[in-house]
Each structure stands twice: as structure tokens, then as C-alpha cells.
């Protein structure tokens, strides 16, 4: 009914970089926020960029700002993370997530199964 579907994970040396991407099927009136969440290794989720419904604002963590970059496609309901100038710090499992709107503005948030991002040195 509701799917979220990671690709792009795998692994990268430092200073590389990776695209991950996110396919949403969602059967909502409009797909609001969207972005992406990270966990890595013994450390709890963290945000690490959202973007907007309309895709014109987005938020990033102090930790990527100059270094990724989140974007969208409205019409096939696609989220997309461009990460560059990796880092060690950067290895987790990357959750993709999408905020469903109703008709009258209710939400209800949906998240992916995560694919996992490891940059070596």
C-alpha cells in the first residue's frame, strides 16, 4: 500500500562520492516533506536532510551542509540524496521517509527499510 524503497548504498572511499535515491509509492492526496534520516554504528538516527513538498525549502545537519544535497521530483514522488566528499563519520544505514497529506491536511509519516552507506579510508 505504502512503499519506500532505498537505492544507491554500497560502498565508496573517502572523498567520494554517492548517490542514494528513494521511490515512493504512496496513495495520499500529496506528498509533503521528504528526506532522509542516518544511523550509524552505535550512535542513535540523526536528521540529514529534508526537503519541502513544494521543493523549495530544504534542511540540512550541521555535520553534511556543503556537502550533500537533497532534492526531489514531484511527479514520480522520487527523493534524492547527493553526497559528496565523504567521510568515515558518513557510514550508516540511510532511511529514506515521506510525510503523506490527506485531503484536508492530515499527515501520517512513512519510512524505507534503509540501505547502508561505509566509506573507507
Known amino acids: 500500500q505504502v512503499r519506500l524503497v532505498e537505492s544507491g548504498g554500497g560502498f565508496v572511499q573517502s572523498g567520494g562520492s554517492l548517490s542514494l535515491s528513494c521511490a515512493v509509492s504512496?496513495?495520499?492526496?500529496?506528498?509533503?516533506?521528504m528526506g532522509w534520516y542516518r544511523q550509524g554504528p552505535g550512535k542513535r538516527r540523526e536528521l540529514v536532510a529534508t526537503?519541502?513538498?513544494?521543493?523549495?525549502?530544504?534542511t540540512y545537519s550541521d555535520s553534511v551542509k556543503g556537502r550533500f544535497a537533497v532534492s526531489k521530483n514531484n511527479n514520480k514522488n522520487t527523493v534524492n540524496l547527493q553526497m559528496n566528499s565523504l567521510k568515515s563519520e558518513d557510514t550508516a544505514v540511510y532511511y529514506c521517509y515521506v510525510q503523506g497529506l490527506g485531503l484536508y491536511g492530515e499527515s501520517s509519516d512513512y519510512w524505507g527499510q534503509g540501505t547502508q552507506v561505509t566509506v573507507s579510508s
Open positions: 504512496i496513495s495520499f492526496h500529496a506528498v509533503g516533506s
Open positions: 526537503i519541502s513538498g513544494s521543493g523549495e525549502s530544504t
